[in-house]
């Protein structure tokens, strides 16, 4: 009787220590997976992206940077910043800091929300047009 039972937990302990490669060999979770890690990776992209423009805004505050370093550099890492965001809301890259029929959702320079129709963002004052050709 002992021996049956020992047999029937060894059985039950390796089902379940198999049970997630069955379950990617099938693939149930693979999906769910990708989603998971490219939700991660976006996460990361936008923190990353923060960091880096804090960074080069305490380099510009402590006299390494020039203004139009800070510029560049916040420029550069805001995009990367909004296409993350932009891939988290599952919005179109399009929308976000580029040009569709002169659609702007973003403001290239700062990061913030504009109207569709706006000449001039609302928080910065730059022109949206200017920011888009260059």
Do not use: H
Not at 3 to 25: C, D, E, K, S
Not at 100 to 124: I, L, M, N, Q, Y
Request: a positive charge; proline letters at 2%; hydrophobic letters at 45%.
């Amino acid at each position: 009787m002992a021996i049956v039972l020992v047999i029937t937990l060894i059985a039950l302990a390796t089902l379940y220590a198999f049970l997630p490669l069955w379950q990617r060999l099938t693939g149930e979770t693979v999906e769910r997976d990708f989603a998971s890690a490219e939700r991660e990776r976006r996460l990361r992209q936008k923190a990353d992206a923060y960091a880096a423009i804090k960074e080069a805004e305490f380099d510009y505050e402590s006299g390494k940077l020039t203004d139009t370093d800070l510029e560049y550099l916040r420029n550069k890492f805001s995009q990367q910043a909004m296409e993350a965001i932009a891939a988290l809301d599952d919005r179109p890259k399009a929308a976000v800091g580029g040009t569709k029929a002169g659609r702007v959702a973003f403001c290239p320079s700062c990061g913030k929300g504009v109207t569709s129709k706006a000449k001039f963002c609302g928080v910065c004052g730059k022109s949206l047009r200017e920011l888009i050709a260059a």
